[in-house]
């Protein structure tokens, strides 16, 4: 089992910066991809950005070049820097672990990101 807790989220004026973490306890695998998705209001939930073990990492069309999705491998720590945020980009905000071998999958609690005009 995998458990997440993501922080970082809040309230900014468009054009400005958050950055979000997501700690992990349990064991992650080298198998296993990180990432982070959205959910806004009345919304499904998709794909931000992913990353591999390995260090290969996946955007969204809408995020490419804005942010960036990193990890601490040490501290099991995945982060998501988010710059020129966009008022679209009001989320809650979402870390999560797919264990590639099962297909099981392991999310957080979420954190809200909301962006002003």
């Known amino acids: 089992q995998v458990q997440l807790v993501e922080s970082g989220g809040g309230l900014v004026q468009a054009g400005g910066s958050l950055r979000l973490s997501c700690a992990a306890s349990?064991?992650?695998?080298?198998?296993?991809?990180m990432g982070w998705y959205r959910q806004p209001p009345g919304k499904q939930r998709d794909l931000v950005a992913t990353?591999?073990?390995?260090?290969?990492?996946n955007y969204a069309d809408p995020v490419k070049g804005r942010f960036t999705i990193s990890r601490d491998n040490g501290k099991k720590t995945v982060y998501l820097q988010m710059n020129s945020l966009k008022p679209e980009d009001t989320a809650v905000y979402y870390c999560?672990?797919?264990?590639?071998?099962?297909?099981?999958?392991?999310w957080g609690q979420g954190t809200q990101v909301t962006v002003s005009s």
């Open positions: 999560n672990v797919l264990r590639s071998y099962s297909g099981l999958s392991f």
């Open positions: 349990g064991k992650i695998f080298s198998g296993d991809v």
């Open positions: 990353l591999t073990v390995g260090g290969t990492t």
